[in-house]
């Protein structure tokens, strides 16, 4: 038998052109994660919080739209009210992604919307809570949507046996970045005056530097990216009728449809987790913002080696087992949460530690996992389901947060209520066989998964 031939060079050209993709994708991580860190994770939450209390009357409640809600509710309930807004518009987003195969003025125009809204957050200040309000909804909104059309790549940038590895590198870029632009927050903003800032003016500058960085790096993957232009003739689909097709074309495929339950479900913890920390830490506990911009960093550092680590325990033991155990550890940490004393920055660096070491993993697993039970040729129609349960429907767990504290004053109350999502989707995600529904989706069974 004669040796295997050498890769032709149009073979080799293809393979060069898949990495540099894959280098261009990367960079959309690293580019809007900041938001995702600084602006939702870390400074937004506490001094939206702080300027809905300066607008609120003697009782604590502001009126937005002539609503009462307690101040301390109001930027719960606000990532709720950005998250029925992607709902509207990501099966539009889907279906015309699907249809044309332009993705990227799509994600140009989600991007920069994003970026546009978390840069005015430098105009948030006084008692304009609403404003806040606002541009938090058009941002976050922005985020879900054009993470429809970046997740939509993955299948056509990766084969099967490269996204395990592909996913959790752009989760680590993510993190890389968020620790960075990190870093550079804690030093202005514990010497604010030193720059001779105020402390307000120092988060300001800090919201609106994510939405400079998020608009500067999305150039990268706009110019390394490649379109896949569709041929097809077919009469365009309104995105709800495309959406209400996508889940009859599901409903064949159960076990795809079960996976996604079951990520609806935890998914919806972890982006509450995500969201609500440091209000837990600053009005809970008592902890200053540099203690939460430092536990947030740390959460960022060890996501790095997080993610990176989970990915290579997926080659080993698969990406569904190593999915539940991040669960497990999801459920364990928000339980020792609810315990922390108050004032104690060394338990909440411990917490912050634990969630770092699975958040990056447990998000970039599930997201290559989905990627083999897409049908060829519906990614982003598919993923635009997907990324209703990412982002989409991750509406219940801050409403819950809201709620839960509305009704009992308490954030440890509130913190708990949160542990239901990790042991539902615990058990959704163990009921589900992956190689069946890999399968059942047409694409070929990794050795492992």
């Not at 052109?17 to 991580?29: A, L, M, N, S, V």
């Not at 309930?77 to 332009?102: E, K, N, Q």
């Amino acid at each position: 038998m004669e040796p295997d031939a050498p890769a032709s060079p149009a073979a080799a050209d293809e393979a060069a052109g898949r990495r540099r993709e894959q280098r261009g994708w990367y960079f959309y991580d690293w580019a809007c994660s900041v938001y995702s860190t600084s602006v939702l994770t870390v400074f937004l939450g506490p001094y939206l919080t702080a300027v809905a209390k300066s607008a609120a009357d003697a009782d604590g409640y502001v009126h937005p739209l002539g609503i009462p809600v307690r101040a301390g509710s109001f930027f719960a309930y606000s990532v709720s009210a950005s998250v029925v807004l992607a709902i509207l518009v990501m099966p539009l987003a889907g279906a015309a992604a699907d249809r044309t195969g332009r993705k990227k003025p799509l994600l140009a125009l989600c991007a920069y919307l994003g970026a546009s809204a978390t840069t005015g957050l430098f105009f948030l200040d006084g008692d304009r809570y609403l404003l806040g309000g606002l541009l938090l909804v058009v941002a976050n909104a922005s985020m879900a949507v054009s993470m429809v059309v970046y997740n939509s790549y993955l299948p056509q940038i990766a084969p099967p046996e490269e996204r395990d590895a592909v996913s959790s590198r752009g989760w680590a870029f993510g993190y890389a970045a968020g620790s960075l632009v990190l870093i550079a927050n804690l030093v202005l903003f514990t010497a604010h005056d030193s720059f001779g800032l105020t402390e307000s003016t120092a988060v300001r500058i800090c919201l609106a530097s994510a939405g400079l960085w998020w608009g500067a790096f999305t150039l990268v993957p706009l110019g390394w990216l490649r379109d896949r232009r569709r041929t097809s003739t077919a009469p365009a689909v309104h995105g709800w009728r495309q959406l209400a097709a996508t889940v009859r074309d599901m409903r064949g495929k159960p076990l795809t449809l079960a996976f996604l339950l079951a990520y609806l479900v935890y998914n919806d913890g972890i982006q509450t987790v995500i969201s609500q920390a440091s209000v837990y830490g600053s009005e809970e506990l008592g902890l200053s913002q540099s203690t939460l911009i430092t536990a947030v960093l740390l959460v960022q550092v060890l996501a790095v080696g997080g993610a990176l680590g989970m990915g290579r325990l997926a080659r080993t033991h698969g990406a569904k087992r190593t999915i539940l155990g991040s669960l497990v550890a999801w459920t364990l940490t928000l339980g020792a949460g609810y315990f922390l004393p108050s004032g104690a920055p060394v338990g909440f660096y411990l917490l912050a530690a634990c969630i770092g070491l699975v958040l990056g993993g447990s998000q970039a697993l599930s997201r290559s996992l989905f990627s083999h039970l897409v049908p060829p040729g519906k990614e982003a129609e598919y993923f635009s389901a997907y990324e209703m349960s990412d982002r989409g429907m991750s509406w219940l767990g801050p409403l819950l947060f809201g709620l839960t504290y509305q009704v009992t004053g308490s954030y440890r109350d509130a913190i708990i209520s949160l542990v239901v999502f990790f042991a539902l989707g615990f058990a959704l995600l163990a009921r589900v066989p992956v190689r069946q529904a890999v399968r059942d989706a047409g694409n070929p069974v990794p050795e492992r998964i």
